[in-house]
């Protein structure tokens, strides 16, 4: 990792407690808030990828916005938006061949959905509320959304550690926010992985929130990347609003993955915006509403500065950006409301079993029955 | 053929596939050099290597969790949980993962693994080693779970069981492991999963059990006939799926039945097989439908109490005789 410039930790308890000081590293900044790179800093993105990430991000967040209106109109049902954790997201997932490596998801990680190839007609038929959006289609590495907290976490270890056993080629990513560490799947897959050097990244999203809770009520330890050290792991804390430091320490653990040196956890820092999900109430656990909290931390706004400085965005293509991805929404929620039509009830029964038993076959017939009206 | 015990015949099972497919994989706590505390990995480590009999650490929620993303990756895990009891640390995993990963992937990920566990009583373990709690995952869908009762069925459906596209929970019992003694054939063949098999044919009255219940239901078979009763007995041998048909056609023909299972009786898998019973040969029925259990009680951590919690003969006996005079 020596490509990787880390910062001597904070000396104060107030530091430690947002940075670490448990012997995790933490990663010098690159693309700092104001939109410039940090002193001595390079950009480690080529001008392709600096156009991909940001047209991902933007494109990520007009979803978002359509998602929680849509869902204010009834459209779909409870959704749960990435709007402020794009640099984390995006930035992790274009460190990853989406043709062999896998993502093994949370539940908030849309720009890494959009990078790894899902449809968005599929987004829209999952949150309308039909089976067909779970299943992802052939060629998307991706597993379904987790509803389970941390359950995801043994899955991504396995996965990984399988495709090391038959010499696949292939890195796993699990996605994981901060209030999901606190349960005991995380340390059991940490520990897991830990022993078997499987190729797989612990990306955790921390947004400082699990729904009313906050960080520091999560766990007392300095962070949650000093978990990491109970398990012989390295471990590194970035800012996630940071897209190019993100990318640059996703690259380098994904790379380690690789190699054979085993799993990375990294903490990816970074603020939840909006609400939990669309049936959350921030202002009754929190002061600072969702306008304040993207003026002081927007990823978006940082990485649009600093592209537009370099003249690889403005704002004839933002707008055109801004259209088609209208377009794009518009015709994927077409696609999934006609979708969402074909609704049978022989389809609570597909795919239960390969094979199902009598008695399964017998219910099916008769629900069928009933409803053939 | 071969006489081998209940252990000897699952350890056959699992060399006979890992031979036939290097695509499976063992992995649990203590498998390897030691051989599993039941010695039913004995051998395995030294003929297929570390990385195909792996000893993890203790912690069954990844153990399946594990098995889960293995499974995905195109491996075919077959994870040991050390006993029963210590499932529930994983049930979450076995029960909203494992069971439904082919179901919430719409079929694009699937989890062809095999979980084993011995379970059940009367071997002075201590406590959470010996419940029998097969009637909690027999209510999870889309998982299978089977309970063989003899040498021959453990080894053909654990080979059937590893086959299997979906995930299936494979039950030893624990006493059973070296008292069940029977003929086995040397090589490869399976038993299918979800048939009941007749241990014994009869026309008086039925005994239903599975798994360390059924040489007890056949010793009290005994008992009554040589007071002139016959009595037909029936090893379940899957609890998923219910072999619905082999239960209706014989209790059709005897008019009783009784059900015996370690477990405790209230809400218990004797009362899915006396339901099961009532829909379909109510009206064949000459007496109410018996079910032998143990109390509604912890199982006993102290070897002084686990002679009264088990089903015995006494209690058999008693609910037969019920059923017969009714």
């Known amino acids: ?373 | 053929m071969t006489t081998l015990t209940m252990v000897e015949a699952v350890r056959s099972a699992l060399m006979t596939e890992m031979e036939r497919d290097d695509r499976v994989m063992v992995l649990g706590e203590d498998v390897g050099k030691l051989g599993g505390v039941y010695r039913a990995t004995e051998g395995l480590i030294e003929r297929f290597g570390p990385d195909r009999v792996f000893d993890t650490p203790i912690a069954e929620a990844s153990i399946i969790g594990a098995s889960v993303g293995l499974a995905a990756s195109g491996v075919i895990p077959v994870a040991e949980l050390q006993f029963l009891g210590f499932g529930h640390l994983a049930f979450h995993q076995v029960a909203h993962q494992l069971a439904r990963l082919r179901y919430r992937s719409r079929g694009k990920l699937t989890a062809p693994v095999t979980i084993r566990a011995p379970f059940g009583g009367g071997v002075r373990a201590l406590e959470i080693h010996s419940d029998a709690y097969e009637s909690m995952y027999a209510n999870v869908p889309g998982l299978k779970v089977v309970a063989p009762a003899t040498a021959h069925d453990a080894k053909g459906m654990l080979l059937a069981s590893i086959r299997d596209e979906d995930p299936v929970l494979f039950l030893e019992p624990l006493r059973g492991y070296r008292l069940i003694k029977d003929e086995v054939p040397d090589g490869d063949y399976t038993v299918e999963l979800g048939k009941a098999r007749i241990a014994r044919e009869g026309n008086d009255i039925t005994l239903i059990a599975w798994s360390g219940m059924v040489p007890q239901a056949e010793r009290a078979a005994d008992t009554l006939a040589s007071e002139g009763i016959s009595a037909e007995v029936i090893d379940l041998r899957s609890i998923t799926p219910l072999d619905v048909d082999t239960l209706a056609t014989s209790v059709a023909k005897t008019g009783r039945a009784v059900i015996i299972q370690e477990g405790p009786l209230s809400s218990g898998f004797a009362a899915e097989v006396a339901t099961t019973i009532a829909e379909e040969v109510f009206y064949s029925l000459e007496a109410p439908v018996q079910r032998v259990a143990g109390p509604d009680t912890p199982y006993p951590f102290a070897a002084a109490l686990e002679d009264f919690y088990l089903p015995g003969q006494s209690r058999i006996l008693g609910a037969a005789r019920k059923a017969l005079s009714a």
């Open chain 1, 1 to 373: 990792m020596e490509t990787i410039k880390t910062e001597s930790p904070p000396d104060t308890l107030a530091d430690k407690q947002r940075f670490g000081g448990h012997g995790e590293n933490i990663v010098a900044p690159i693309l700092q808030a104001d939109g410039t790179l940090a002193a001595g800093a390079e950009c480690p993105m080529d001008d392709d990828q600096v156009q991909e990430v940001l047209s991902l991000m933007i494109r990520s967040r007009l979803i978002d916005e359509r998602g929680v209106s849509y869902q204010r109109q009834g459209r779909i049902g409870t959704f749960s938006e990435n709007r402020g954790q794009e640099g984390a997201s995006a930035g992790s997932a274009m460190a990853l061949n989406a043709e062999t490596d896998w993502v093994v998801q949370s539940y908030r990680e849309l720009p890494v959905l959009l990078r790894q190839g899902m449809p968005l007609e599929q987004y829209w038929t999952l949150f309308i509320g039909h089976p067909d959006g779970w299943g992802f289609p052939e060629g998307v590495n991706v597993w379904p959304l987790q509803i389970e907290l941390g359950a995801q976490m043994p899955h991504a270890v396995g996965m990984a550690w399988g495709f090391k056993r038959q010499q696949r080629p292939g890195v796993v990513v699990g996605y994981i926010g901060d209030g999901a560490t606190s349960e005991g799947d995380f340390y059991e897959a940490g520990n897991l992985a830990g022993v078997t050097k499987a190729p797989v990244v612990f990306f955790v999203q921390n947004n400082g929130w699990a729904i009313s809770t906050p960080r520091e009520r999560q766990t007392a330890a300095s962070s949650i990347a000093a978990k990491a050290a109970g398990w012989g792991m390295p471990s590194y804390i970035v800012d996630g609003n940071d897209v190019f430091a993100v990318y640059s320490v996703m690259r380098e653990a994904v790379a380690r993955a690789r190699n054979g040196e085993g799993a990375t956890l990294i903490e990816a820092q970074t603020y939840r915006v909006g609400a939990h999900n669309t049936s959350d109430a921030p202002s009754r656990y929190r002061t600072e509403d969702g306008a304040d909290a993207i003026a002081r931390t927007d990823p978006l706004v940082r990485l649009r500065t600093y592209a537009t400085s370099l003249g690889l965005w403005d704002a004839d293509r933002d707008a055109a950006l801004t259209e088609s991805t209208y377009i794009e929404i518009d015709e994927a929620f077409k696609v999934a409301h006609e979708r969402a039509k074909v609704r049978t009830p022989s389809m609570l029964f597909d795919h239960v079993y390969a094979d199902p038993p009598a008695r399964t076959i017998r219910q099916r017939e008769t629900i069928e029955k009933e409803f053939d009206q």
